[in-house]
């Protein structure tokens, strides 16, 4: 039997090797055109107003999951505000009150901080007694300023979550806003490894992979569910306390020795709490607005955003009459990152970098004469001086400096022209 051979790629074809190398790119790319294109059949039957079968098959839970999915993007300013609303609650607790307050020992335990197990990897407690208490409380402000201040969300997630972890596990008397920022700080971590952005007030600019949206969106609907449960045990639980059933809880909330209101709001809320069908109006009031933002939480955009509005009007209230600052801001911050929108609409893009090549013997001798590479594959060109650099630090071979192409700070290096791949080609010498 004769044998057969099997032909060898061509010149200029691409390899094997090449080919499984794009592979995983190749797979990604057409997750993402799927789930456009599902998205899009679906808006169309929408407006369409399609009946039957493929109208049925779209409004069920899983194709509405699926919808939900494509379109999900949680970098969105409102994710920024949450973040940043929840950060200002702990920067003011801990620039307000010495460390000698938030560490006082109680009767019958040992001294703050508690530094055992898993508890060591506090702020509190790293570093041992090499570091004074009172310098962790400000390196952790100015930690809280950065994470406020919206820079890097993917990387101060960690910062911020790892802060609010100290809070909760080393002071000695936590409230429920720090219970509850443990465990939205976590889930902000999975939503921030989707965010690429610079500041977390901008419009995104790139793409967001299948498997990121996947992880951010998971993470967002339990935050959601976090919040449900929360007003609903809230509420609830409120018909089982006589005062808040007969409608005379906040008559004496409002003159707690400790808690109660305080000026300027003292004078007009203690008068208004004088008179039985006000004072009824305000405690079931609160009782049904928890229960009707429970309710909102669950439901479309619109409804987050009014279930937000709820949140500040119920929490400012709690401002004013008992002045419960940070447990107030932690809620209105977790409600703003759970009325993100379904959409995002991304910022349009900034253009490549294109600059015109040496044209000719002089100009490529004079300065634009070497092609340059970036660490993130960006290609553009510039002068390379042998033995000497003005604006980028020798590294070896290679230079820190700033890429003209992504406008980013990358290791750069010289490129032969016989290196370049026909996008790079196209980069440098195709006219713009």
């Not at 609907?221 to 929360?230: H, M, S, T």
């Not at 305000?282 to 009014?306: D, Q, S």
Request: aromatic share 8%; hydrophobic share 45%; proline share 6%.
């Amino acid at each position: 039997m004769a044998e057969t051979t099997k032909p060898g790629p061509k010149a200029g074809e691409p390899s094997i090797a090449d080919s499984d190398s794009s592979a995983a790119d190749r797979n990604e790319m057409a997750d993402r055109n799927e789930m456009a294109d599902r998205n899009e059949m679906a808006d169309r039957r929408e407006r369409a107003g399609g009946g039957g079968a493929a109208a049925a098959s779209v409004e069920s839970l899983p194709g509405a999951v699926y919808r939900a999915l494509g379109r999900f993007d949680p970098r969105s300013v409102w994710f920024g505000w949450g973040r940043t609303i929840i950060a200002l609650a702990h920067l003011i607790t801990l620039a307000l009150t010495p460390s000698a307050a938030l560490l006082h020992p109680l009767l019958g335990e040992q001294p703050y901080p508690h530094c055992a197990g898993v508890q060591a990897i506090s702020s509190y407690c790293v570093g041992g007694d090499a570091v004074s208490q009172e310098w962790r409380r400000w390196i952790m402000v100015a930690l809280l300023a950065l994470v406020a201040s919206g820079f890097r969300p993917r990387w101060t997630a960690w910062i911020h979550a790892w802060i609010a972890y100290s809070i909760g596990v080393s002071t000695a008397l936590p409230d429920g806003g720090e219970a509850i920022a443990r465990i939205v700080c976590l889930l902000l971590i999975l939503m921030a490894l989707a965010d690429d952005r610079r500041w977390h007030w901008q419009r995104p600019t790139t793409a967001l992979g299948p498997r990121r949206r996947g992880v951010a969106f998971a993470a967002f609907w339990a935050l959601r569910i976090q919040l449900v449960i929360l007003y609903l045990q809230s509420g609830i639980s409120k018909f089982g306390v006589a005062d808040w059933l007969n409608g005379s809880a906040e008559y004496y909330v409002l003159r707690d020795p400790v808690f109660g209101v305080a000026e300027p709001f003292a004078s007009p809320l203690l008068t208004m709490s004088g008179n039985g069908w006000l004072v009824s109006a305000m405690t079931w009031g609160a009782i049904i607005i928890e229960l009707v933002i429970a309710a909102l939480l669950i439901g479309p955009e619109h409804w987050r955003k009014l279930a937000f509005r709820m949140d500040v009007l119920l929490h400012g209230a709690i401002i004013a009459t008992i002045g419960l600052w940070s447990f107030s801001l932690i809620m209105i911050g977790s409600a703003a990152v759970a009325a993100t929108p379904d959409r995002v609409e991304p910022a349009d893009p900034v253009p490549p970098y294109r600059s015109p090549p040496p044209t000719s013997a002089k100009e490529r001798h004079m300065a634009k004469d070497t092609i340059i590479a970036c660490g993130k594959g960006h290609v553009f060109w510039g002068s390379w001086v042998h033995g000497a650099s003005v604006t980028t630090i020798r590294l070896g071979p290679r230079r820190l400096g700033m890429c003209k192409a992504g406008r980013h700070l990358s290791l750069l290096r010289r490129v032969d022209e016989s290196e370049l791949t026909p996008e790079q080609r196209g980069t440098l010498f195709d006219a713009p």
